[in-house]
């Protein structure tokens, strides 16, 4: 059974930085696509960034692109989500995400199996 777990969220003022981790187990991690993904108050959840098995690919949301940066440690199961250059519009629970093989739209919240519980962001102006 996956077990997704994220930390590292916190309030941070416009322009600042975080660092998201989500920590994985239960299962063999390198076989699994990961993600994230956020949701504000109100809205819909967004697809924020994507990685693959390898760590050889990265996606990410056009709103996101050149200030957040995925990546993933295999050896630790472990993916984190450098976000810079933060903004109010990035607040919202940032959820951790994972995928056996990451084989379908991982842009779509229904490409996911599995979802941690979530990290608040909050960004203030």
């Known amino acids: 059974q996956v077990h997704l777990v994220e930390s590292g969220g916190g309030l941070v003022q416009a322009g600042g930085s975080l660092k998201l981790s989500c920590v994985v187990s239960?299962?063999?991690?390198?076989?699994?696509?990961m993600g994230w993904f956020r949701q504000a108050p109100g809205k819909e959840r967004e697809f924020v960034s994507g990685?693959?098995?390898?760590?050889?690919?990265?996606y990410y949301a056009d709103s996101v692109k050149g200030r957040f940066t995925l990546s993933r440690d295999n050896a630790q199961n472990m993916v984190y989500l450098q976000m810079n250059s933060l903004k109010p519009e990035d607040t919202a629970v940032y959820y951790c995400?994972?995928?056996?093989?990451?084989?379908?739209?991982?842009?779509?919240?229904?490409?996911?199996?599995?979802w941690g519980k979530g990290t608040l962001v909050t960004v203030s102006s």
């Open positions: 995400a994972a995928d056996l093989y990451g084989s379908g739209n991982l842009r779509t919240v229904n490409a996911w199996e599995n």
């Open positions: 990685i693959n098995r390898n760590g050889g690919s990265t």
């Open positions: 239960g299962v063999t991690f390198s076989r699994y696509a």
